[in-house]
């Protein structure tokens, strides 16, 4: 099993910048990739960005060019830095691991951590 705890949300202004940390723990080395979410109100939950063990990054288009996911294999941390951040920015922000034991995929998924912009 893999554990997750996110920290780093919080109300920022337009143009602002806000550091998304997601801490893993538990059976770390079966870690296949890590990603982040986020559910606006109303609205399915959509990925945002994804890095694979490898390093390998990948992003929604609503966000290239502002967000940057990296990780700390040392620490088993993702993080998001997130850049010129807009009003449609806010939303709950979730990360979520993919990890494979035995040939099984499993996906383990953090408490949500707020982001609210405002205008």
């Known amino acids: 099993q893999v554990q997750l705890v996110e920290s780093g949300g919080g109300l920022v202004q337009a143009g602002g910048s806000l550091r998304l940390s997601c801490a893993a723990s538990?059976?770390?080395?079966?870690?296949?990739?890590m990603r982040w979410y986020r559910q606006a109100p109303g609205k399915r939950r959509e990925s945002v960005a994804g890095?694979?063990?490898?390093?390998?990054?990948n992003y929604a288009d609503s966000v290239k060019g502002r967000f940057t996911i990296s990780s700390d294999n040392a620490k088993n941390t993702v993080y998001l830095q997130m850049n010129s951040l807009k009003p449609a920015d806010t939303a709950v922000y979730y990360c979520?691991?993919?990890?494979?034991?035995?040939?099984?995929?499993?996906?383990?998924w953090g408490q949500g951590t707020q982001v609210t912009v405002s205008s």
């Open positions: 979520n691991v993919e990890w494979v034991l035995d040939a099984n995929i499993f996906s383990s």
């Open positions: 890095i694979s063990s490898g390093g390998t990054t």
């Open positions: 538990g059976s770390t080395s079966l870690i296949n990739a």
